[in-house]
């Protein structure tokens, strides 16, 4: 059951992150309604994953507002943006599993930000019964519950990708957030993945945004594009309404990239 927290998605108003020197987003404004399906495009060290760590509450920003579900991140404190972070799933480019263990308790982990640390440590060494059944059931919707007591690196990329799918959702989120969960698979597999995330998030309602730099699956699976370049929105739009030019224009690399690249270009 999704949490009584009132609900009103993603804003994003003028907001620059830097790090250091970097600027990793440049005055970037983008609304993101709940229960929308939005798909991150743009090459790499356009923001994507910025984008993605601000919305997921893990980095504020250097200027600008960042509201999530009707809060204004700057304005909370570490407590309360533990709890709003605790209802938003995300899948890390690299997943984040330990990979020492079962996948029973990868799962389990999902839960963490909701409970105490007591509460954490018993479900850890000793799940309840109904922990155990509750995560076979989300093993099963992604495929794998057969992995159960499986040890999580003995899976394959595949499977462990499931794996971080499955614990975002045991967390019972009510948005979900993926990194380019397809980087690390064959294209095959990949395009399961964005299926079976964009089904899940569909059929529950589940606000999802994903960075994918695979420009077919963000054409054939989301409804909406942002494109990044640079640190800056260059398209917000229908996926319909993007035209191959634009989608062009997004990958070219400037001037300056052409000349770090060793001019290997003719
Ligand atoms: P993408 O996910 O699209 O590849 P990122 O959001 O990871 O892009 O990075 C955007 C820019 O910000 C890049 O130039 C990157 O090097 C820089 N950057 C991202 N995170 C950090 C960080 N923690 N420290 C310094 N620079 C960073
Ligand atoms: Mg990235």
Same mark, same amino acid.
């Given at each position: 059951?999704?949490?009584?927290?009132?609900?009103?998605?993603?804003?994003?108003?003028?907001?620059?992150?830097?790090?250091?020197?970097?600027?990793?987003?440049?005055?970037?404004?983008?609304?993101?309604?709940?229960?929308? /399906?939005? !798909?991150?495009?743009?090459?790499? =060290? @356009?923001?994507?994953?910025? *984008? %993605?760590?601000?919305?997921?509450? &893990? #980095?504020?920003?250097?200027?600008?507002?960042?509201?999530?579900?009707?809060?204004?991140?700057?304005?909370?404190?570490?407590?309360?943006?533990?709890?709003?972070?605790?209802?938003?799933?995300?899948?890390?480019?690299?997943?984040?599993?330990?990979?020492?263990?079962?996948?029973?308790?990868?799962?389990?982990?999902? /839960?963490? !930000?909701?409970?105490?640390?007591? =509460? @954490?440590?018993?479900?850890? *060494? %000793?799940?309840?019964?109904?922990? &155990? #059944?509750?995560?076979?059931?989300?093993?099963?919707?992604?495929?794998?519950?057969?992995?159960?007591?499986?040890?999580?690196?003995?899976?394959?990329?595949?499977?462990?990708?499931?794996?971080?799918?499955?614990?975002?959702?045991?967390?019972?989120?009510?948005?979900?957030?993926?990194?380019?969960?397809?980087?690390?698979?064959?294209?095959?597999?990949?395009?399961?993945?964005?299926?079976?995330?964009?089904?899940?998030?569909?059929?529950?309602?589940?606000?999802?945004?994903?960075?994918?730099?695979?420009?077919?699956?963000?054409?054939?699976?989301?409804?909406?594009?942002?494109?990044?370049?640079?640190?800056?929105?260059?398209?917000?739009?229908?996926?319909?309404?993007?035209?191959?030019?634009?989608?062009?224009?997004?990958?070219?690399?400037?001037?300056?990239?052409?000349?770090?690249?060793?001019?290997?270009?003719?």
């Amino acid at each position: 059951m999704i949490q009584a927290t009132q609900q009103n998605g993603f804003q994003l108003n003028g907001v620059t992150v830097r790090f250091g020197d970097t600027v990793a987003l440049r005055d970037v404004t983008v609304d993101f309604k709940d229960g929308e /399906r939005v !798909g991150l495009v743009g090459p790499s =060290g @356009s923001g994507k994953t910025t *984008l %993605l760590r601000l919305l997921n509450g &893990a #980095i504020r920003p250097s200027q600008g507002d960042v509201n999530l579900h009707g809060q204004h991140v700057q304005n909370l404190s570490v407590k309360q943006l533990r709890r709003i972070r605790s209802e938003i799933g995300f899948i890390p480019q690299d997943l984040s599993l330990v990979p020492n263990v079962r996948v029973l308790h990868n799962v389990l982990s999902g /839960r963490f !930000g909701k409970q105490s640390f007591i =509460g @954490s440590m018993r479900s850890m *060494l %000793l799940p309840r019964k109904r922990e &155990a #059944i509750d995560v076979h059931a989300i093993l099963e919707r992604v495929g794998i519950e057969e992995k159960l007591y499986h040890r999580t690196d003995h899976l394959s990329g595949g499977q462990q990708q499931r794996v971080a799918v499955a614990r975002a959702l045991y967390q019972q989120p009510i948005a979900l957030l993926a990194d380019e969960p397809v980087s690390s698979v064959d294209p095959a597999r990949a395009r399961d993945t964005v299926e079976l995330l964009t089904n899940i998030a569909e059929q529950q309602h589940i606000t999802l945004c994903m960075s994918l730099h695979t420009l077919s699956l963000a054409r054939a699976f989301f409804p909406r594009l942002v494109g990044l370049r640079h640190g800056q929105v260059v398209f917000d739009r229908a996926t319909d309404d993007i035209t191959d030019d634009e989608f062009t224009e997004l990958y070219r690399l400037s001037d300056d990239e052409l000349l770090e690249d060793g001019g290997e270009q003719s």
